[in-house]
Nanobody, 113 residues
């Protein structure tokens, strides 16, 4: 059983920054991912990171968002810079362990124009 808890969301003006955190209840060797879901849209992958630190980004956030993880703290981060109104969504962290997907409860990010 894995519990994931996101934090760090909030309201920010366009061009601003936020840093999201995802704390895991166990030390994970699995890749971890950030997803987001905007109202009326499907949940989409934003960024992913392996245990060794290899990263991948969606084209819409590349160059603006940075994913990282601190294995000693069982925590993953998403640094979001140059935020745009279209980044408004609920952001979720996700991992997979032994074939099961685990999701956090989500944190709301709202970017005003």
């Amino acid at each position: 059983q894995v519990q994931l808890v996101e934090s760090g969301g909030g309201l920010v003006q366009a061009g601003g920054s936020l840093r999201l955190s995802c704390a895991a209840s166990v030390n994970l060797l699995s890749p971890m991912e950030w997803y987001r879901q905007a109202p009326g849209k499907q949940r989409e992958s934003v960024a992913s990171i392996t245990y060794t630190g290899s990263t991948n980004y969606a084209g819409s956030v590349k160059g603006r968002f940075t994913i990282s993880r601190d294995s000693a703290k069982n925590t993953m981060y998403l640094q979001m810079n140059s935020l745009k109104p279209e980044d408004t969504a609920v952001y979720y962290c996700k991992t997979n362990l032994n074939g099961l997907n685990y999701w956090g409860q989500g944190t709301q990010v709202t970017v005003s124009s």
